[in-house]
């Protein structure tokens, strides 16, 4: 029963509650309903996606939605709101400066099979439940300590493994496959760059960010030629260190001018591989 995960359904429908439910259950969800009135207490039970539906009178499912987002405790829940059919909307729907201040991980609109629901309701479980694997590459102990004090504070993230350098680094991808590996790039017995050619080549579901005291221009198209996908500071605030692991782990490149650096570097001026001297701190 602890794997089981529970769904909050709000509307004031008993047909779409009822196939909502039927539906939901049928994929081995726990379903619980609600009318408004109720919600506060039914989210003690800390569901873990909330599906809210229409609510009579309209601006009801907005005020509800708002405290949900302030509340420290529920606003990370993921939440899908199903707004009500058009002709309806000035009876239980969001009217347009309420969906203007939206926050919810999908939106749709009824009519809306239930079916049709549970793709991005499995997505978003998935997602919110997904643990990102790092492997930790620095040569200096305090470095490594100090990143895993920040990391194994995060709910999505678990640190699986700590490399001194880049050789070590290639065999702890290879034997733990990471998500994400965190890449120094001045290290000893190997650099960090040509690890990072290496474990993109050789794991690429493994993806590199590189955390480094070089920080222009020449250094940021250098990794990303060796298949970085992003390139942090290592003076940049920690919320750009979860930032950048969380962007990385879904594919994207951290920070975005990370990619618009090296897609528009002068033609005619390939850097050395080497990173500037004059920018070590």
């Known amino acids: 029963m602890e794997n089981i995960k529970r769904i909050l359904l709000v509307d004031d429908e008993p047909d779409f509650v009822d196939a909502c439910a039927r539906t939901f259950e049928a994929k081995a969800y726990q379903v619980v309903t609600c009318s408004r009135p109720e919600v506060e207490e039914r989210m003690k039970e800390e569901p873990d996606i909330i599906v809210l539906g229409t609510i009579s009178p309209a601006g009801e499912a907005f005020r509800l939605h708002q405290w949900l987002k302030g509340h420290p405790r529920y606003r990370d829940i993921p939440l899908v709101v199903i707004d009500a059919r058009e002709e309806e909307r000035p009876i239980r ?41 790092i492997l930790v590459t620095d040569d200096h102990t305090m470095v490594r300590d100090g990143i895993c004090a920040v990391l194994g504070l995060q709910k999505d993230m ?32 190997m650099s960090g760059l040509e690890a990072t050619k290496r474990i993109t080549r050789e794991c690429p579901q493994t993806k590199v960010l590189i955390l480094t005291q070089y920080d222009d221009e020449e250094n940021m198209f250098v990794a990303k030629q060796a298949g970085a996908q992003g390139f942090i500071p290592k003076k940049a605030a920690s919320s750009d260190l979860l930032n950048g692991i969380r962007a990385v782990a879904a594919g994207r490149y951290f920070p975005p001018a990370f990619a618009y650096v090296t897609a528009n570097w002068p033609e005619g001026e390939k850097p050395s591989e080497k990173p500037a001297k004059s920018k070590q701190t």
């Open 158 to 189: 678990a640190v699986i493994g700590e490399a001194v350098n880049g050789k070590e680094s290639i065999e702890k991808t290879k034997r733990l496959l990471p998500n994400v590996v965190l890449m120094d790039i001045v290290m000893p017995v």
């Open 93 to 133: 729907g969001w009217r347009r400066e309420e969906g203007m201040q939206l926050e919810a991980e999908f939106y749709a609109t009824k009519p809306i099979e239930p079916a049709a629901l549970l793709p991005r309701i499995q997505s978003l479980l998935e997602e919110a439940f997904r643990i990102i694997k």
